[in-house]
């Protein structure tokens, strides 16, 4: 089984402090993707990285960055806290398909990382 | 962009209750996908179903790619179905980015 794993499930911090989510992915995907979960809003795509070293911003990447170092593993960074980023943020991986439509091109999620900043 | 529409937002069944979902999408799309997430938040893929129907137990989802829209039934529904329901699309292959409605959250009663 896939399994994608996330550093906490629930991370208190202060405005101003300097936040990381890790994530683990442990099936080799080159893709992998962070976003953030806000009731009546649905996911939204922060940034997701197709290779070490690479990454592309989302729909709503202001206020974080990230790090991939290395394959499995995949960093969410708030560089200063503020309290609009309370919410829940989870990780997600696949597979880079080239060439078309396969089936099995699904996304893994994490169990998600609660985030309140007070 | 692709915008997804979802409904109904909300829905309470009754246990054996058979339902059906709705997920609306804007653009002509070879992705989508089918998700459930359970009350403590894990998100489990259901289905990737860019056309076609396939039935995985008491679920099934049909997606009609021409007219943009996919629909997921649940037969016979348990209190263990309770959670959200997404529905995402996009294109396949490469990046694969997705584009998440906004769900439907569905309760079921004993």
């Known amino acids: 089984d896939v399994k994608v794993t996330q550093s906490s499930r629930y991370l208190v911090k202060r405005t101003g402090e300097k936040v990381f989510l890790e994530c683990v992915q442990d099936?080799?995907?080159?893709?992998m993707f962070w976003y953030r979960q806000d009731p009546g809003l649905g996911l939204r795509l922060i940034y997701f990285?197709?290779?070490?070293?690479?990454?592309e911003k989302g729909d709503i990447p202001e206020g974080y960055s990230v790090s991939r170092e290395k394959k499995e593993r995949f960093s969410l960074i708030l560089e200063s806290a503020s309290t609009n980023q309370t919410s829940m943020y989870l990780c997600?991986?696949?597979?880079?398909?080239?060439?078309?439509?396969?089936?099995?091109?699904?996304?893994?999620f994490g169990p998600g990382t609660r985030l309140t900043v007070l | 962009g692709i915008q997804v529409e979802q409904s109904p937002p909300d829905l309470i069944l009754q246990e054996g209750a058979n339902s059906t979902l709705r997920c609306n999408f804007s653009?002509?799309?070879?992705?989508l996908q089918w998700f459930h997430q359970n009350p403590w938040g894990q998100l489990i893929n259901l289905f990737y179903i860019p056309s076609g129907t396939k039935q995985n137990g008491r679920l099934s989802a049909t997606t009609v790619a021409t007219e943009r829209y996919s629909l997921l039934y649940i037969s016979s529904s348990q209190t263990t179905d309770s959670g959200v329901y997404f529905c995402a699309t996009g294109f396949s292959g490469g990046y694969n980015k997705l584009i998440f409605g906004a769900g439907t959250r569905l309760a079921v009663h004993p």
């Open positions: 653009d002509s799309v070879n992705n």
């Open positions: 990285s197709y290779d070490v070293k690479m990454k």
């Open positions: 099936m080799d995907h080159e893709n």
């Open positions: 997600a991986s696949s597979f880079y398909l080239a060439g078309g439509p396969l089936v099995g091109d699904t996304q893994y």
